[in-house]
């Protein structure tokens, strides 16, 4: 099924850790970003492609790194866990990131002890 | 930058009655308008959009609103059904900047 797919679906990380949270759409979407959802929150945008090889910065980017080598794929890396990175996050996808819909994966529950 | 706010955390109707979700937006020059639904455990759904050059669009069932003078926009969803039961947020985009600002949501419940 087309759509956007996220891995793994639930990570426990211990503090200090690093590792790269998976996205990958196959709809041919030029632009990408991930969120994180904290509990009573919206979603906040970390970080955002609308390109292969162009990426930027979101709302809350601190701790986290992305790198845009395919139009299908867009990885999350954490380099050093933290509590505070304590969350859900998903990734979307839109054809041109203007207006209409954005596509959500499933989610990422990250738990950072 | 954006700030994107909705008026009530929890919005509890009966079935068969009619919805309303507000949503405020802070920044002017935001031009695109985006109204999601998110059940339990999984990612937003897209429910419709409106650009700034319209004032009301309507779905099926959903109706939104967008009053640009207050930046106030609206989400109704006519006839609610226990299916509707979810977390709505409001997002609001600014082309130039190609990204979302999400609402802090509102969690509709529907009793029988």
């Known amino acids: 099924n087309a759509g956007v797919t996220q891995t793994p679906k639930f990570q426990v990380l211990k503090t200090g850790q690093s590792m790269t949270l998976q996205c990958a759409q196959d709809m041919n979407h030029e632009y990408m970003s991930w969120y994180r959802q904290d509990p009573g929150m919206g979603l906040r945008l970390i970080h955002y492609s609308v390109g292969a090889g162009i990426t930027d910065q979101g709302e809350v980017p601190n701790g986290y790194n992305v790198s845009r080598s395919t139009t299908e794929d867009f990885p999350l890396r954490l380099l050093s866990a933290a509590p505070s990175q304590t969350s859900v996050y998903f990734c979307?996808?839109?054809?041109?990131?203007?207006?209409?819909?954005?596509?959500f994966g499933s989610g990422t529950r990250l738990t950072v002890v | 930058g954006e700030s994107v706010g909705l008026h009530l955390p929890t919005l509890s109707v009966q079935e068969g009655d009619n919805s309303i979700i507000n949503c405020a937006y802070s920044?002017?020059?935001?031009?695109?308008f985006i109204w999601y639904k998110q059940e339990s455990g999984k990612g937003p759904q897209f429910i419709i959009d409106i650009r700034s050059n319209m004032d009301k669009r309507q779905g099926q069932r959903v109706t939104v609103l967008l009053n640009k003078t207050v930046k106030h926009l609206s989400l109704q969803i006519a006839a609610t059904q226990p299916g509707d039961s979810a977390v709505y947020f409001c997002a609001v985009g600014d082309t130039g900047r190609r990204a979302l600002t999400f609402g802090s949501g509102t969690r509709l419940q529907v009793q029988p």
């Open positions: 920044n002017s020059a935001s031009d695109y």
């Open positions: 979307a996808s839109s054809y041109q990131g203007r207006g209409g819909g954005y596509t």
